[in-house]
Nanobody, 121 residues
């Protein structure tokens, strides 16, 4: 079994910055792509950023130029650096990781429980 734990959320003023972390633990052979999603109240969950195992990144248009996704494979941890935050960025942020638990195992997707980010105007 694999667990994902997000941290780093909190309350910040508009224009400020936060750095989210997503730490994976458990039975892990390889972590492929890692995504950050967010869900605001009354809204659908939306993908914010993706990083592949090779380090290729992709961002939603709404966060391009403001958010940066990265990963530390040695620590099985991914990060989301968020800058120039806006009230519209207020949401619960979730990480999702595609994990291979053993050498010949299938790849499964795991989700964390989320961390709240609130941006005040």
């Amino acid at each position: 079994q694999v667990q994902l734990v997000e941290s780093g959320g909190g309350l910040v003023q508009a224009g400020g910055s936060l750095r989210l972390s997503c730490a994976a633990s458990g039975s892990i052979f390889r972590i492929n792509a890692v995504d950050w999603y967010r869900q605001a109240p009354g809204e659908q969950r939306e993908r914010v950023a993706t990083i592949t195992s090779g380090g290729t990144t992709n961002y939603a248009d709404s966060v391009k130029g403001r958010f940066t996704i990265s990963r530390d494979n040695a620590k099985n941890t991914a990060y989301l650096q968020m800058s120039s935050l806006e009230p519209e960025d207020t949401a619960v942020y979730y990480c999702r990781a595609e994990v291979q638990e053993r050498r010949w195992a299938i790849i499964r997707a795991y989700w964390g429980e989320g961390t709240q980010v609130t941006v005040s105007s």
